[in-house]
């Protein structure tokens, strides 16, 4: 079973000079879920992972090397989850390989990311657009803050009897690589239906994420979980928008089975 030590992170690795599906390295996400008291087979949620690739090339037939853009969606059903770098090499792989057209190259990332995840990838090419999240910002509180590690749930509450339907915003999540230790920053953008979250509470929690170590996707499902144990709401999702690294920016998204979370499009943060 392949783990995050097994991967190239933190590794000194030489660019592909040839097309290498083989360097996409997928990691179990069964491990890190029974971490936090999650089983597979009753996910308390459903969701994706979506990738923003904006170092993207190839060659056409003829040999004239091409640029664009993709948005890459894995389910969070998929049993596996890719790790960045080995996404990072493996589409930079690209690079050196001809294709007939652009289709071609959005068919050949989704069939290698599908093989590898072990469910049905989707790639569209170009990106969502810039859209500032409406919501309550929790940044804005007049706090004192001493918790930054390990995430603590214990921040948590909500208020029995005082239903509510609202989106919390925070710029403030940071976590690290589990291998390198390189920090990892991102917004979160919460909504929920149910007993009314306390807002410093919440932020306080997810200050708490500050020294923790822990893939993009792991974070995300680990707010949710404890998010839906400790205040107990009808619905939830949780999207974490991380910035760009290597050409990359994950947004990993959980939801309640059944709601759209009043989602229409899928957009991008300013910092992205």
């Known amino acids: 079973m392949n783990t995050p030590q097994d991967s190239m992170l933190g590794r000194e ?14 990691i179990p996400r069964a491990v890190a879920r029974a971490e936090i008291g999650l089983d597979a087979a009753t996910l308390p949620f459903t ?12 060659l056409n037939r003829r040999g004239m090397p091409q640029v664009g853009t993709a948005t890459l969606t894995v389910p969070a059903a998929a049993p ?4 960045s770098k080995s996404l990072k090499l493996y589409l930079n792989s690209l690079n050196a390989e001809r294709f007939d057209d652009e289709a071609a190259v959005y ?36 706090l004192d803050v001493d918790d930054y590690g390990p ?16 989106t919390l915003v925070s710029h403030l999540l940071k976590s690290n690589c589990p291998v390198t230790g390189q920090p990892d920053w991102g917004t979160v953008v919460l909504r929920y239906e149910g007993p009314r979250i ?13 020294e923790h170590s ?19 709401p009808q619905r939830l999702s949780v999207e974490a ?17 059944g709601w759209d979370g009043g989602i229409s499009l899928p957009t991008r943060e300013l910092r992205q």
């Not at 995430?151 to 609202?166: I, W």
């Open 198 to 210: 306390d807002p410093a509470g919440l932020l306080r929690y997810l200050i708490s994420f500050r």
């Open 214 to 232: 822990g893939f993009h996707e792991q974070c995300v499902e680990r707010i949710f979980a404890d998010v839906l144990a400790r205040c107990a």
């Open 47 to 58: 969701g994706h992972d979506r990738w923003h690739a904006y170092e993207l090339s190839w």
């Open 80 to 83: 596996n989850l890719i790790e």
């Open 151 to 166: 995430p603590n749930p214990s921040h948590l509450s909500a208020t029995a009897g005082d239903n509510a339907n609202e």
């Open 241 to 257: 928008r991380y910035t760009r690294r290597g050409g990359l920016d994950i947004n990993p998204w959980r939801i309640t089975p």
């Open 13 to 26: 690795v030489a660019y592909p000079s040839h097309y290498a599906p083989d360097l996409l390295f997928p």
């Open 107 to 142: 068919a050949r990332i989704a069939s290698d990311l599908s093989a590898r995840s072990g469910a049905e990838v989707t790639v569209h090419p170009g990106l969502p657009p810039f859209a500032t999240q409406a919501g309550a910002l929790l940044d804005t509180l007049d």
